[in-house]
């Protein structure tokens, strides 16, 4: 992006969070499998929990499933074109909105926190629906720290070096 400098798009980590977090998914990977399903399914009610709380979509799409604890697979299908419609009521913090996220990444400072809290990404739309997306920082790091934890199985070492591109468009 013309007259951008580098370091204000570029998202940043708390390497430390990550690390932490990376060492913690690494250590998963030597859980017998009854314990990562067992930690698996806690974390899915977990998440589905505070989905239902939190955003007033899924509030009205599964509440009452969270509530009588019913299998996932009784659960509907989200997909990119029904979040997109759906934006406003999806996301669980009131103050995030289709238009906003859509300014911020569209924006000089795209790569600075919206609000203070959020790291916000856009798909290009190569399958013909863009998608905005909204990372809270525990959410970022935890993206971050899977990717670390990926690499390390590859046996991508701190010594290696990458690079990752992103592109406003297809």
Known sequence: MPG????SVIPTVDLNAVNGIAATLVEHGAWSRDRLLAHQ?????QMLRHAAAHSPYYRETIGDLVARDRPLAEFPIMNKTKLMANFDRVVTDPKLSLALVEQHVNSAD?????????????????????????????AWNTAAANQMRMQRIMGVTSGMRGLGIGAPSP
């Open 41 to 45: 399914r806690e974390r899915l009610r």
């Open 110 to 138: 795209c790569g600075a926190l919206l609000l203070d809290e959020y790291r916000c990404i856009a798909t290009g739309g190569s399958t013909g629906q863009r998608g905005l997306f909204a990372y809270d920082r525990q």
């Open 4 to 7: 951008v400098s580098p370091s």
